[in-house]
C-alpha cells in the first residue's frame, strides 16, 4: 500500500523544489532542525547535526524576519527613518536610532545643544537597562528557570515607565531628532529615576542570588559556550560577548558620542568568555548604566531648562511652538524637518547598544531621502558564534549559548 | 443492614477503595489541587497573582478544572506517520501503572482492610512502579518525531540512573526492619522513630529518585522545552496528552505515598482502632496528607531550580546520589544489627 500525502513529493524527482534538497549526511548523524516553529528557537532556524548527544555541526539559518530596512531607509524622508529603524530592536529604540541622528548630524554639520546630548544618554541607558533584563529574562527561561524569567521581566517594566516618563511612549520612542532631541525631562522624573535606581541596586543582589550563584544554573553555565579571546577578535563579535572574552571594545568608551565623555562609568571586562561571564557582564553593565542615569539626571537638574534642540531649527519655530514647549516641555516637530534635505555627503557613525556596537552609513545626494543607508547590526556580528563555538557542545548547551550571547533575530535580520 | 452500612461496606471494600476512590478520585483531586499549589505558589515568588480570573474567591481554583475539561474535549490528532497502536495505548498503560502502587500499599495495620495481603508489599510496590517509564519511551518511539525520539532516549537514560537508586534507597527500610511488609515497617517506625530521622541519607536518595523519575525540577529533562518541545510527547494532543502530563504527577503521588508509608511513619501518630472510620478511613487520610505535603515540596523546587544537563543529572544520579543509596543502605543494615529498629 502506498502512502501518498496531500501536497507532498509524489515522486523523488518532485524533491528538486529549492530549499528542500535531499541532503547527504554522514552516517551515524542525528539531523534536527531547531525551528523556526520551536519554543527554543526564536525567529530563526538552527540546523544541528548530533552524534548522540554532542553537536558536530551547527548551521544557523537566518532571515526569517528580514523586514528590507535597508530598501525601505530608502523611500522615505530621513526624520520618518527613525521611526522605522527603531523597530529593529523595540527594548532598546533609543540605542538603535541614537547613531543614525549622529551620522545625519555630520553630513548637517550641526552639534546638538548640551542638554539634549544629556537627554539622549539618560534614555540610551534607561533602554540599555531593560534591553539588558530583556535578554536575561529569555536567557533565564533558556535554561529552564522561570523565576528569572518572570523577575526580569517585571522589574523591566520599572524602566519601560521611567522610559515612558521621559518621552511620552513606553516603547518605540522616536526620542532622538537631527540635532536635539523631542522633549525636556519632566520635573518630577530625577526623583523618580533615582528611586528606580535603588530599586534596580537592590534587585540585582537578588538576581545573584536565585540565578547566578544558584548551583544548579552555575552548572549549567560555567564552562559553557567558551570563547577565546583570540577567538572572539577572529570572529569580531561585540558587546557583551566580546568584553567576556577579555576584550574592552565599547563605542561609548573608544569613540564617545552624546554626552559619553564627560560621565564617569566604566566599562565591565571578564576575562572567563564562558556563558556565565556573559550573564556577569550584563549585570555588571546595569549597575554602570544606573550611575550613568544618576549622573545624567544630576545635570540636568543643576543646569538651567532649554529646548533641546539646535538653534537651526529653534530660531525658526513659531510662537506657539515655544509656548508648547514651555508648557508641556515638547518639542513640537517643525513642519520643514519633515521634509527636510539635507546637503549631500556621506557620513559614517557608530554608537553602542544593549547587545553591542551597531553601524551606520548615511549617504545623501540632496535630496529629502537617504540615497543609502547602510546597517550593520550587533546580533548580525554575533550570529556567527552559533556556527563556530556551539560544535563540540551537548544539546542542552545549545540554549544556553543561544541565551548567553543574547541573539536578537529582529535585530540581525534587519 | 442499613443502606449507609451497604454503601460503606461496598466503598470501603479495600479493592475498591484503593484502586478507585484512593487511586482514581483522591490522585485526580490531589493532582488538580498540586497543579494549583504549583502555579500559585510559583506566582508567589514570581511576584505574579497565578490563577485568578476564575472565581477569584477560591483563588482560581476552577482554573485548573477549565484546563482539565479543555484537555477532555479537545480534538485528539493522530498524525499518519505515527505507529497508531502503541502511540494510542501507550499514555493510556503508563498512566494505569504509575497509579498501580497505590494498590498494595497498605494504609492500616488491621488485616481485613488490606487489599492484597501479602509479605512482599514493598517489593511487588516498587516493581510496579518499575514498568511505567517503558511506555513513555514507546510513546516516544511510536511518535516517530526527531524531538520525541530523542526525549524518549532521554527519558530511558535517566531511568537507568534513577532506578536503582530509588529501589535501594527504598529497600535500605526494609534491611533496617529485615520485612519486606510495609505494615512491619510502619510497625517498626511507631516503635522507635520515623525512618526519615533514623536513615535521612536513604530518604534523601529516594526523594531524589523520585524527582527523577517524575521529571521534577532540576531533572525535567526529557521534556525540556527549549531543545525537545515536549519530549517524548511532543505529537500528542487533547486527552492523550493530558494523560501524559497527568501520569508524571499520578506517579509522583504514587511514591510519595510509598515514601510516606516508609519514611514517615505511614498513619504513625494514628493507631488503628475499630471500625471502618478508625480502622481504614482516618489513617488513610493520615497517610495521604503525609503524601500531599511531600507533593507540595516537590512542587515548590520549580521556582527555585532551572534544570541540569542531561550529563550532569546523570552524573550526580551515578556518583553522588547512588553512593548515598547505597550508605542509606548500609546504614540500614547497621541498625538491623544493632537492633535499633
Request: net charge neutral.
Amino acid at each position: 500500500m502506498s502512502v501518498s500525502v496531500i501536497g507532498g513529493p509524489k515522486r523523488e524527482s518532485d524533491l528538486k523544489i529549492p530549499g528542500t534538497e535531499v541532503r547527504k549526511i554522514e552516517k551515524d548523524l542525528y539531523e534536527v532542525f531547531i525551528g523556526p516553529q520551536h519554543p527554543g528557537s526564536g525567529h530563526m532556524r538552527i540546523i544541528i547535526r548530533v552524534d548522540g548527544d554532542v553537536i558536530v555541526e551547527a548551521d544557523p539559518d537566518m532571515g526569517y524576519v528580514h523586514r528590507t530596512m535597508e530598501k525601505l531607509g530608502e523611500i522615505r524622508q530621513y526624520i520618518k527613518n527613525i521611526p522605522l529603524f527603531e523597530r529593529m530592536a523595540i527594548q532598546d529604540a533609543c540605542n538603535v536610532t541614537v547613531p543614525y541622528v549622529l551620522a545625519l548630524e555630520k553630513i548637517l554639520d550641526i552639534e546638538p545643544p548640551q542638554r539634549a546630548k544629556y537627554l539622549r544618554s539618560l534614555l540610551c541607558e534607561i533602554n540599555r537597562i531593560a534591553a539588558h533584563l530583556y535578554g536575561f529574562g529569555i536567557f533565564g527561561v533558556f535554561i529552564g528557570h522561570s523565576t528569572m524569567y518572570m523577575w526580569a521581566f517585571a522589574d523591566r517594566e520599572v524602566m519601560v515607565e521611567l522610559a515612558e516618563k521621559l518621552t511620552g511612549a513606553r516603547l518605540t520612542h522616536s526620542y532622538p531628532i537631527p540635532g536635539g532631541a523631542r522633549r525636556d525631562m519632566p520635573q518630577d522624573f530625577p526623583q523618580a529615576a533615582r528611586k528606580a535606581a535603588r530599586y534596580m541596586r537592590r534587585r540585582l543582589e537578588e538576581y545573584r542570588k536565585i540565578f547566578l550563584d544558584n548551583p544548579v544554573m552555575k552548572a549549567r553555565m560555567e564552562g559553557v559556550g567558551y570563547i577565546p579571546k583570540k577567538l572572539a577578535a577572529e570572529l569580531g563579535v561585540v558587546g557583551p560577548v566580546a568584553r567576556a572574552s577579555g576584550i574592552k571594545y565599547d563605542a561609548r568608551y573608544n569613540d564617545p558620542y552624546d554626552a559619553y565623555d564627560e560621565v564617569d562609568f566604566e566599562i565591565p571586562v571578564f576575562e572567563e568568555g564562558d556563558a556565565l561571564a556573559r550573564a556577569w557582564v550584563k549585570v555588571e553593565e546595569i549597575k554602570q548604566s544606573l550611575r550613568i542615569i544618576e549622573q545624567a539626571v544630576d545635570w540636568l537638574e543643576s543646569h538651567t531648562s532649554e529646548a533641546p534642540i539646535h538653534d537651526k531649527f529653534w530660531a525658526k519655530s513659531p510662537p506657539l511652538w515655544k509656548k508648547v514647549f514651555e508648557k508641556e516641555g515638547r518639542v513640537k516637530l517643525l513642519p520643514m524637518m519633515a521634509t527636510m534635505k539635507i546637503p549631500p555627503g556621506k557620513a559614517f557613525a557608530r554608537g553602542e547598544t544593549a547587545r553591542g556596537e551597531i553601524v551606520y552609513y548615511v549617504e545623501s545626494t540632496g535630496d529629502s531621502i537617504p540615497y543609502r543607508v547602510r546597517i550593520v547590526s550587533p546580533s548580525a556580528r554575533n550570529a556567527i558564534v552559533f556556527k563556530y563555538v556551539v560544535p563540540g557542545h551537548r544539546v542542552m548547551d545549545l540554549p544556553t549559548i543561544y541565551g548567553s550571547i543574547d541573539y536578537f533575530p529582529p535585530e540581525a535580520d534587519r | 443492614m442499613s443502606l449507609v452500612e451497604v454503601l460503606a461496606s461496598i466503598v470501603f471494600y479495600p479493592p475498591i477503595y484503593q484502586l478507585v476512590i484512593v487511586g482514581l478520585i483522591v490522585t485526580l483531586g490531589v493532582v488538580i489541587i498540586i497543579l494549583w499549589f504549583e502555579r500559585k505558589a510559583t506566582a508567589r515568588v514570581q511576584r505574579r497573582l497565578g490563577p485568578y480570573h476564575v472565581a477569584p474567591k477560591l483563588a482560581g481554583m476552577p482554573q485548573l478544572l477549565a484546563d482539565l475539561l479543555r484537555y477532555a474535549f479537545q480534538e485528539i490528532i493522530i498524525p499518519r506517520t505515527v505507529d497508531r497502536g502503541v502511540f494510542i495505548t501507550a499514555p493510556i498503560i503508563a498512566t494505569v501503572l504509575s497509579i498501580l502502587p497505590i494498590a498494595v500499599v497498605p494504609f492500616t495495620s488491621i488485616p481485613d482492610y488490606w487489599p492484597i495481603p501479602m509479605d512482599y508489599s514493598v517489593l511487588v510496590a516498587l516493581a510496579i512502579s518499575t514498568v511505567s517509564p517503558i511506555f513513555l519511551v514507546l510513546a516516544g518511539w511510536a511518535s516517530n518525531n526527531k524531538f520525541s525520539i530523542i526525549g524518549g532516549v532521554r527519558e530511558a537514560f535517566i531511568i537507568t540512573a534513577y532506578e536503582l537508586i530509588a529501589i535501594l534507597s527504598i529497600l535500605s527500610v526494609s534491611a533496617a526492619t529485615l520485612s519486606f511488609n510495609f505494615i512491619d515497617i510502619v510497625n517498626a517506625q511507631m516503635n522507635t522513630a520515623w525512618f526519615i530521622i533514623l536513615n535521612p541519607i536513604a530518604f534523601m536518595a529516594a526523594f531524589l529518585a523520585v524527582l527523577m523519575s517524575t521529571s521534577g525540577f532540576p531533572f525535567e529533562i526529557p521534556e525540556s522545552e527549549n531543545e525537545v518541545v515536549a519530549g517524548p510527547f511532543t505529537e500528542y494532543s487533547g486527552i492523550l496528552y493530558g494523560l501524559n502530563m497527568g501520569a508524571a504527577y499520578m506517579k509522583r503521588f504514587a511514591f510519595s505515598i510509598i515514601l510516606a508509608v516508609a519514611f514517615l511513619g505511614g498513619w504513625s501518630p494514628l493507631t488503628p482502632g475499630e471500625g471502618i472510620l478508625y480502622g481504614y478511613l482516618l489513617p488513610s487520610i493520615v497517610v495521604i496528607i503525609k503524601a500531599f505535603i511531600l507533593m507540595m515540596v516537590f512542587s515548590f523546587l520549580r521556582s527555585v531550580y532551572g534544570r541540569y544537563r542531561l550529563d550532569q543529572a546523570l552524573q550526580g544520579a551515578w556518583r553522588l546520589v547512588f553512593p548515598m543509596a547505597l550508605i542509606g543502605f548500609g546504614i540500614g543494615i547497621i541498625e538491623a544489627y544493632l537492633g535499633l529498629t
